[in-house]
């Protein structure tokens, strides 16, 4: 819940990212009904996704919204 201040961390799943560009090829959620699935792609091909965890009341989560409230972390650093 971004209202209560929850966060994703993805510590050490990016070797390949340095946190300045689109992480979008790398972390992506797919809605369904009221849940949605975390999808991760290590390389960061963004054509290798697998599924990671099934957020309930997740379906309107994306990459972008959550990094606008500073709720994804990557090894110990909020990104913005």
């Not at 689109?22 to 996704?49: E, H, I, K, M």
């Amino acid at each position: 819940n971004l209202a209560h201040g929850d966060r994703i961390e993805f510590r050490d799943m990016f070797p390949g990212y340095d946190g300045s560009g689109d992480l979008n090829p790398y972390v992506r959620f797919l809605a369904a009904r009221t849940t949605s699935t975390l999808d991760v792609d290590p390389s960061g091909s963004g054509t290798a996704f697998q599924e990671l965890a099934t957020i309930r009341n997740g379906r309107h989560l994306s990459v972008d919204k959550l990094m606008d409230a500073d709720a994804i972390l990557i090894d110990h650093s909020i990104i913005l």
